[in-house]
Structures are given as structure tokens and as C-alpha cells.
């Protein structure tokens, strides 16, 4: 007998504003975000490139791609199966900005408390 373990991951937002933002993104680029969402629900945040990324000190970078152009979203893992996704914006350059990647920082510090 084979049994197949359902490895469920709770993926929410840092609030409110995070969530309406990344709703707002062109619709290719939401749904390629919406399916690597899916994913990392079902099988865990560890998908890889070039779906996910590591930035280190446990921040983790989700890679949304359509014909639009290209979106950001950083998350972090917490306690429980919980990924929380911190902050999200649309690539315009090819190097990730600065000041996006302080407010990822900024608010992983918040949820884990450092």
C-alpha cells in the first residue's frame, strides 16, 4: 500500500496593501504569480529557479513572468507551513532595486521578530 502525504503550506499576506498591489499587476504576470502561488501551497516554498530564489537571511524571492514583463514578490516562511509574502513590484530594470528590497527586509524583521 502506498500513501501520498498532502504537504499543505498556508500562503498569506503581510497585509492588506501587499495583496491589493500584486492583485493589480497585468494579468499575465498575476497568473503566472497566482500558478507558482498554487505550487508552493501544494508542494512547499523550495520550487527553485526559476520559479523562487534565496536573498538570504530568509528572505526568498517568487519570480512571476508574462508578456507584460516581470513582477517580484519576496516572502518569507514562518512557523506552522505559513509563507508570508512581504512585498511585490513590477521589474523595470534588470537588477532588483534597493529600495524594494529594504521594505522586504523591513517587514521580514516584523514578522519574525528580530
Known amino acids: 500500500m502506498c500513501y501520498i502525504l498532502s504537504v499543505q503550506y498556508q500562503l498569506v499576506f503581510f497585509n492588506a496593501k501587499v495583496q491589493a498591489s500584486i492583485e493589480a499587476w497585468p494579468k499575465g504576470i498575476l497568473a503566472s504569480f497566482v500558478r507558482i502561488s498554487e505550487q508552493i501551497e501544494q ?15 530568509g528572505l526568498f524571492e517568487m519570480r512571476a513572468k508574462g508578456p507584460e514583463g516581470i513582477g517580484r514578490a519576496f516572502f518569507c516562511c514562518l512557523v506552522g507551513r505559513r509563507v508570508v509574502i512581504l512585498h511585490g513590484f513590477i521589474k523595470k530594470t534588470q537588477a532588483t532595486p534597493i529600495q524594494e528590497l529594504k521594505i522586504a527586509r523591513q517587514r521580514l524583521k516584523e514578522v519574525t521578530h528580530d
Open 43 to 57: 508542494s512547499g516554498p523550495n520550487l527553485g529557479m526559476p520559479y523562487t530564489r534565496p536573498f538570504g537571511e
